[in-house]
């Protein structure tokens, strides 16, 4: 299985931010911002893989600047590394200040995503080759990334063990 580059999984897509997008700050809603993260995501690592993938977990999405309804709001990802059958997808929010064209990082997000074959068992996946700085940083900080995850993924086995399924109704 051959290599492919960042690029070759890149997916960038450009919205309008209208009223039904928008929060009690008329700014985007976050929830909003997150369906588009895991779309664009999703893409960009079927692409890579050529194969069914699924969400394995949001690892991290961090809120740097709000987006306004003045503004367009473009998601970029990619590949930004590979493990056996899982990929780690970069997501840059940038939003745009349609009157002034300024541009700014609005979010970063990394997600992972695990490869399925016809069988829907997880399945290998070309390892990916960074060629901008920014592809390189990231590909060479995603080992450490990947333990993280392993780890904090254990973690949560252990309190999961310790929730209950039992629905508890609170009444004010």
């Excluded at 997916?11 to 976050?30: C, Q, Y």
């Excluded at 592809?135 to 254990?154: C, D, I, S, V």
Aim: proline fraction near 3%.
């Amino acid at each position: 299985m051959s290599a492919k580059y960042c690029k070759e999984s890149r997916v960038i897509r450009t919205s309008r931010i209208f009223p039904n997008d928008v929060n009690n700050h008329n700014t985007l809603f976050g929830g909003r911002m997150m369906s588009d993260i895991d779309q664009v995501a999703s893409i960009s690592a079927a692409r890579h893989s050529r194969t069914e993938c699924v969400t394995a977990s949001t690892d991290s999405v961090d809120f740097l600047h709000p987006v306004r309804p003045t503004d367009s709001v473009s998601f970029e990802s990619y590949v930004s590394w590979t493990g056996v059958s899982s990929m780690e997808i970069f997501v840059k929010v940038i939003a745009e200040d349609l009157k002034s064209g300024e541009c700014r990082i609005a979010a970063t997000a990394l997600l992972t995503f695990v490869a399925l074959d016809k069988f829907h068992r997880p399945t290998a996946v070309p390892k990916v080759i960074p060629e901008t700085e920014e592809e390189r940083k990231l590909h060479e900080t995603g080992e450490a990334r990947a333990r993280m995850r392993r780890e904090r993924k254990q973690q949560s086995k252990e309190l999961a063990a310790y929730l209950t399924t039992k629905t508890v109704i609170a009444v004010c």
